[in-house]
């Protein structure tokens, strides 16, 4: 469709877009009504469920890990002990709240956006998906939603216990607090709660209309000229949408900036514990104010700096590693990387489409397709056995499957990526992820930016075409503590620097694989891999007649009745069953 030009043509399309957003927005409110309670019932008495049944167990144990826990010095552990029974206790009605908030937003909000995604260029069949689109998915993924909060209570929340109570080594140092500065801090924390609360959240009232009408003015412009992100006919309903739904992300954006005002202000007693000194602590109360003003006028593309002071609160003139590094955007780079950022045609087909180019999906896909490839192959090979997959459903021990195989396909991947020379990733023969193309999350970063630099490490350690063949078993039969694991192993190399550095790699990549395969998407999608290298092995008939009985790890990764289903599959297949 052409952009209209001139007042009267633009006038003229939007009353003309007025009848059709309408029948859709009212019908996407209909939609809303009718699968929001569902969706908020499964959402909040899911959650709910299991974050009181688990509340007693996540209490003592976390008491019992941490009174253990040799990580933490003897008076830090007192503190932690004597200050967990507030958050401890408030933790369920949290969940509750959260539940009740998050399964109405999605409930009711889910299937009004697939209201407008049905009218898309590539959709057939508009008139049935309209009302089709967004009910059945929406109930699928409130159950989604239970699985993955499940998750995260039974599996994620026991590993990070189990990395707390887990032994140290000799030259690791606990994390130490100095008792004497501890009333320094809470002294600071006091005053600095209430002026930070206050003056961030004024900042954020006094700059919000701007963000409403600016937003409102950008959307109108974008509706009636098909502009930026509504360039393509099929965008044009979510700028309708949008608009409607502009207060409520201004609202939100306030609500977030009130919530981070009591975060900021308690950083300031790290402050004073690390700079050992009241007066840097108040000094940050004070600067943290026109961090976040500066912060704000950036997003909003407002005039640079701010007009509060900004006192120094370090002894030292370089920005540390913490928050308000993060939160500085002082650098000229980071600036022109934030303005960079504005509102710009991205000739996307749906909202739905242009919205995965900048998630991790594709990325998961990859790293569980690699590792669906690599364990059919190692099945072939032996370094896979019947025994690893039983260990792994049954006893819940899948070191080798959950984290030793991803760490062999990334490891593929930073080898072939540094044979290539590419300046990025090499994830598929179609995809190269870079720096400039990363996924726009910041959880994710964390994970997948030290990648770059190992890639650089493997590049310079130019391994040869034997030492490659040798990776694989190293990597799934060696602990990698030691250079002299690998003594008996023949490999090619025996540079013990060079062995070193290998090592370092891979136990790098073992600690990343390890804090991913706590999030619960990881979790859904390594049961289904788990589940394809089952079927892959009786399909080999690689499985042997072992029925130990399921212990407790196991029925953190599958339940009772998918158990049950891999037995009664592989009786009627005629292989032995494995529960």
């Given at each position: 469709?052409?952009?209209?030009?001139?007042?009267?043509?633009?006038?003229?399309?939007?009353?003309?877009?007025?009848?059709?957003?309408?029948?859709?927005?009212?019908?996407?409110?209909?939609?809303?009504?009718?699968?929001?309670?569902?969706?908020?019932?499964?959402?909040?008495?899911?959650?709910?469920?299991?974050?009181?049944?688990?509340?007693?167990?996540?209490?003592?144990?976390?008491?019992?890990?941490?009174?253990?826990?040799?990580?933490?010095?003897?008076?830090?552990?007192?503190?932690?002990?004597?200050?967990?029974?507030?958050?401890?206790?408030?933790?369920?009605?949290?969940?509750?709240?959260?539940?009740?908030?998050?399964?109405?937003?999605?409930?009711?909000?889910?299937?009004?956006?697939?209201?407008?995604?049905?009218?898309?260029?590539?959709?057939?069949?508009?008139?049935?998906?309209?009302?089709?689109?967004?009910?059945?998915?929406?109930?699928?993924?409130?159950?989604?939603?239970?699985?993955?909060?499940?998750?995260?209570?039974?599996?994620?929340?026991?590993?990070?216990?189990?990395?707390?109570?887990?032994?140290?080594?000799?030259?690791?140092?606990?994390?130490?607090?100095?008792?004497?500065?501890?009333?320094?801090?809470?002294?600071?924390?006091?005053?600095?709660?209430?002026?930070?609360?206050?003056?961030?959240?004024?900042?954020?009232?006094?700059?919000?209309?701007?963000?409403?009408?600016?937003?409102?003015?950008?959307?109108?412009?974008?509706?009636?000229?098909?502009?930026?992100?509504?360039?393509?006919?099929?965008?044009?309903?979510?700028?309708?949408?949008?608009?409607?739904?502009?207060?409520?992300?201004?609202?939100?954006?306030?609500?977030?900036?009130?919530?981070?005002?009591?975060?900021?202000?308690?950083?300031?007693?790290?402050?004073?514990?690390?700079?050992?000194?009241?007066?840097?602590?108040?000094a940050y109360a004070v600067a943290v104010i026109s961090l976040f003003d500066e912060y704000a006028n950036d997003l909003l593309y407002l005039t640079e700096g701010s007009c509060f002071p900004r006192p120094q609160y370090r002894r030292s003139t370089n920005p540390s590693k913490g928050l308000e590094k993060r939160m500085s955007l002082d650098s000229k780079n980071d600036r022109?990387?934030?303005?960079?950022?504005?509102?710009?045609?991205?000739?996307?087909?749906?909202?739905?489409?242009?919205?995965?180019?900048?998630?991790?999906?594709?990325?998961?896909?990859?790293?569980?397709?690699?590792?669906?490839?690599?364990?059919?192959?190692?099945?072939?090979?032996?370094?896979?056995?019947?025994?690893?997959?039983?260990?792994?459903?049954?006893?819940?021990?899948?070191?080798?499957?959950?984290?030793?195989?991803?760490?062999?396909?990334?490891?593929?991947?930073?080898?072939?990526?540094?044979?290539?020379?590419?300046?990025?990733?090499?994830?598929?023969?179609?995809?190269?992820?870079?720096?400039?193309?990363?996924?726009?999350?910041?959880?994710?970063?964390?994970?997948?930016?030290?990648?770059?630099?190992?890639?650089?490490?493997?590049?310079?350690?130019?391994?040869?075409?034997?030492?490659?063949?040798?990776?694989?078993?190293?990597?799934?039969?060696?602990?990698?503590?030691?250079?002299?694991?690998?003594?008996?192993?023949?490999?090619?190399?025996?540079?013990?620097?060079?062995?070193?550095?290998?090592?370092?790699?891979?136990?790098?990549?073992?600690?990343?694989?390890?804090?991913?395969?706590?999030?619960?998407?990881?979790?859904?999608?390594?049961?289904?891999?788990?589940?394809?290298?089952?079927?892959?092995?009786?399909?080999?008939?690689?499985?042997?007649?072992?029925?130990?009985?399921?212990?407790?790890?196991?029925?953190?990764?599958?339940?009772?009745?998918?158990?049950?289903?891999?037995?009664?599959?592989?009786?009627?297949?005629?292989?032995?069953?494995?529960?």
């Open positions: 469709m052409e952009v209209p030009v001139g007042f009267a043509a633009k006038l003229w399309s939007f009353i003309s877009f007025l009848p059709f957003f309408i029948s859709l927005f009212i019908l996407g409110l209909l939609k809303g009504m009718i699968i929001c309670p569902v969706v908020l019932a499964a959402v909040t008495i899911g959650n709910s469920a299991v974050a009181i049944g688990l509340w007693p167990a996540h209490f003592i144990w976390t008491y019992f890990c941490v009174a253990k826990s040799k990580r933490l010095d003897w008076i830090l552990r007192i503190l932690v002990l004597l200050s967990l029974p507030m958050p401890l206790i408030l933790w369920p009605v949290f969940a509750i709240i959260g539940s009740v908030i998050g399964g109405f937003g999605y409930g009711f909000f889910a299937p009004l956006i697939a209201t407008f995604e049905a009218v898309g260029e590539n959709v057939t069949d508009k008139c049935y998906h309209c009302f089709s689109d967004g009910c059945y998915s929406t109930v699928e993924g409130s159950c989604t939603v239970v699985r993955d909060f499940t998750d995260f209570c039974f599996h994620s929340y026991f590993s990070y216990m189990d990395e707390l109570i887990a032994e140290v080594h000799q030259d690791e140092k606990p994390i130490q607090i100095k008792l004497w500065r501890v009333p320094g801090c809470l002294l600071v924390c006091v005053v600095a709660i209430p002026v930070d609360v206050l003056l961030i959240t004024a900042v954020a009232l006094w700059k919000s209309p701007y963000m409403l009408f600016q937003g409102w003015k950008r959307l109108f412009e974008d509706l009636t000229g098909r502009e930026g992100p509504f360039l393509e006919t099929v965008c044009v309903p979510f700028a309708g949408l949008a608009i409607l739904l502009w207060p409520l992300a201004v609202l939100g954006a306030v609500l977030a900036a009130f919530l981070s005002s009591f975060l900021l202000a308690l950083y300031s007693g790290v402050i004073v514990h690390q700079e050992d000194s009241v007066r840097m602590g108040l022109e990387g934030l303005r960079s950022s504005r509102l710009a045609s991205q000739g996307s087909k749906t909202l739905k489409q242009a919205i995965q180019r900048y998630t991790p999906v594709q990325v998961w896909d990859w790293l569980f397709k690699s590792c669906e490839v690599n364990g059919k192959i190692m099945l072939r090979e032996g370094l896979i056995n019947s025994k690893d997959i039983q260990d792994c459903m049954i006893k819940g021990n899948c070191k080798k499957l959950g984290v030793k195989l991803p760490v062999w396909s990334v490891l593929q991947c930073l080898v072939t990526s540094a044979k290539s020379d590419s300046p990025g990733l090499i994830i598929s023969d179609q995809v190269e992820l870079t720096r400039s193309n990363l996924p726009r999350d910041k959880v994710f970063e964390w994970f997948i930016g030290p990648l770059f630099t190992m890639k650089e490490q493997v590049k310079g350690l130019q391994l040869e075409e034997n030492e490659e063949n040798c990776l694989k078993k190293l990597v799934i039969d060696c602990n990698n503590d030691r250079p002299e694991d690998w003594d008996s192993t023949r490999f090619p190399s025996t540079d013990k620097v060079r062995t070193a550095q290998l090592q370092a790699v891979i136990r790098r990549l073992q600690g990343i694989v390890g804090s991913m395969s706590r999030l619960p998407t990881f979790r859904r999608r390594f049961r289904n891999l788990v589940k394809v290298l089952y079927v892959e092995a009786l399909e080999k008939g690689l499985l042997v007649g072992d029925s130990s009985r399921a212990g407790f790890r196991g029925q953190r990764l599958f339940g009772r009745k998918e158990r049950e289903d891999f037995a009664a599959n592989t009786n009627d297949s005629g292989g032995p069953a494995i529960v």
